[in-house]
DNA sequence: GTACAACAGTTGTCCGTACAACTTGGAGCT
DNA sequence: AGCTCCAAGTTGTACGGACAACTGTTGTAC
């Protein structure tokens, strides 16, 4: 049977699970790249390849000189696939995710939008609204604006599919890339309902824009969360920054 | 005079300063890396290498078999150290940072402190409480426990030391990893009081440990910031997954 | 015209080598 | 004991080559 992925991936993968395991604590230190790739039966580029995962996953440090030392902590990080997707991310933990669409709505897209997916002002797109719950509780709101291409398969899918970005793959619809801005705002009429809380009350806000292996924009959301329901977490390193801080302008 | 800086580095800095000078526009696609090899006269291996550096920050995809697109959007990503330091992070938006020292307690740290410090429960640490301001206005209340190594220089600070980090760095102090949990909270007496905002008000809660090259714990920090003020950035991919999300157990 | 096939171009993976830069621990000296 | 200094160990950087896998385009056949 054996899988087409890369070898550097299973090394890393197998790295993973060694820690995870305990095998290496926090704090201990890692094998050297020529016994690893000693044990591996692979050349050194590739221990490396491996390694660069786990240090931009935030599992181990990394220094000329010294051997890698494991981090402790960090603990579990979702991968991208998890993040992606509310659905994926919620059965990982054992929760059960629910979702209830609350409108689907063709639309021209403002210049926001129209920025945000790179497509002319008043381009044709979709709008969904989606209500998400876990264990039945509703937890988020999701605003999401799509481009023709993409919207159209959304707007064919059921009202009561759990997962759209699942159904999204199945149709060929890749994303690779997200960028994210994170703070907070007071829950506005609309919201309050959605998600039966008081109007006003402060939600933890994702503004996200995701796009393609090609690059071109594919999806454009705002998320809106209970507070004390989920929190961000994100590592970063000098090696790879991917993290930010903005001024609030909005 | 020439730099000691590596050589794929000059490659990826000038590579970003073509993308932020507008040569390769939103969508437009970079040279092939043998072409850029032969233009910088490297080999491919290094191209790659600043390549990665590029994808890691989101300004650019890649993907097999096509060119590289130049990723809109993104925009300015803010380095490792910018995101460390507020007073860095300030200065570089042309903002004047400020800073007051409420507090600096030398304490027995308690057993989350323990935990996240990698101490035994008890050990002597010490705890700063701080206030930072921007443009005089306050924005943001700072919780930092430090381990006693690290507490005694912080202490050693005058009250009014504006940059903490900067200081630590003259001192040898290092702080290469971080990892952060982003979420909202109410606003408690002391911030209240501190931030002259009324209790209760929500706040974008950022708590942060950090590391040095060897994977010893530094700080570990609870900030709290008045909304409006900041959001937080993230970029992730395929490649590089630094971001999660996770259940708000606290 | 449209669909399919071949082809050139491009990035991903993997190997090997060599040297530079840095850390660590121990030997040896005071 | 404490200090300096050295040597071994380890990671970072850079080169080179080879092939696999995929994309976009071109051109052919129907």
Redesign the interface.
Known sequence: MSSKSPLYRKVAGDLRTAIAAGEYG??ARLPAEDELARRYGVSRGTVRQALAALR???L??S?RG?RR??????AR???????RSFSR?ARS?G?EPGGRTVAVDPARATEEEA??L?VPQGARVFRVRRVRTLSGAPVMVERTTYPERIGELVAALPVDAVSHSEQLELHGVLF???????????ADRDDAGLLNCPAGQ???RERR?S?D???T?VEWSEDRYL??????????????????????E?
Chains 1, 2 share one sequence.
Request: hydrophobic letters at 40%; charged letters at 15%; proline letters at 6%.
């Open positions: 926090s704090g931009a996953d935030g181990v440090t220094r010294a030392v494991v981090l402790g902590g960090a990080l979702q991968s991208f696939a998890e993040l991310w933990l929760e920025h945000h790179q690779t890339d997200a960028h994210h801005t994170i703070d907070v705002v007071p402060a939600l933890l824009r796009t292996p090609a690059g924009p507070p004390g329901t989920v929190a961000f977490t994100v590592h970063n390193s000098t090696a790879t920054s991917a993290l930010g801080r903005r001024l609030g909005d």
